[in-house]
C-alpha cells in the first residue's frame, strides 16, 4: 500500500473510464473542487447507501463548487447497472487496475469481520484542483463509515 495522503499532498493524477466508458480524468475539473470517494464494491448494501447519499445531497455539493466522483474496481458495464439500478447521478468511475486507488492509499489490508484481508479501504478526498490541473488534498479521510459519512462530510465542509 502507498503511503496515505494528508493535507496539503499533492492528489495523483488520474485518467479512468466512467461508467458510460468516457475517460474522467483530475484535470477536467481545473479551477475547481472535486469530492473523490473510494468504495469496495457496486450493487453491495453498505456502497448502496454512501452511493445514494451522495446523490441525494450531490445538489447541494454543486452550489457549494464540489463535483463528486466515486471510483471503485468494478467494471464499467458493472458501474453502469449500479447507476440504473440505484438511480444515482454522481459519475462513477472504474479503476479495474486498483492504480489510482494504490496512489491515493485507499488500497492494502483491512479488517473484516475480524479477519485481515486486502482489499479497498473506504475512503474520501477532498482535493482543490487549480487553473492548471494540479490538485492539492484539503481533506483525506480513510476507513469511513458507509453510513452517515455524506452528512457527516457535509458538516464538516458546511454544505
Do not use: W
Not at 134 to 155: C, D, E, M, P, S
Request: hydrophobic share 40%.
Amino acid at each position: 500500500m502507498t503511503a496515505r495522503l494528508t493535507q496539503g499532498s499533492t492528489a495523483p493524477d488520474f485518467t479512468l473510464p466512467d461508467s458510460d466508458g468516457t475517460d474522467v480524468s483530475l484535470t477536467d475539473y481545473a479551477g475547481s473542487s472535486v469530492i473523490l470517494y473510494f468504495y469496495p464494491a457496486a450493487m453491495t448494501p453498505g456502497c448502496t447507501t454512501q452511493a445514494v447519499d451522495f446523490t441525494a445531497s450531490n445538489d447541494h455539493f454543486t452550489e457549494a463548487g464540489y463535483s463528486v466522483l466515486g471510483a471503485s474496481p468494478d467494471s464499467v458495464d458493472r458501474l453502469a447497472r449500479f447507476k440504473e439500478k440505484s438511480d444515482l447521478s454522481v459519475p462513477l468511475l472504474s479503476d479495474a487496475e486498483k492504480t489510482v486507488m494504490n496512489a491515493y492509499g485507499a488500497y492494502g489490508m483491512k479488517k473484516l469481520y475480524g479477519k485481515e484481508i486486502e482489499g479497498v479501504l473506504r475512503s474520501t478526498f477532498v482535493i482543490d484542483v487549480d487553473d492548471a490541473g494540479v490538485g492539492i488534498v484539503r481533506l483525506a479521510q480513510y476507513n469511513v463509515k458507509a453510513t452517515g459519512h455524506v452528512a457527516k462530510l457535509r458538516r464538516e465542509l458546511g454544505v
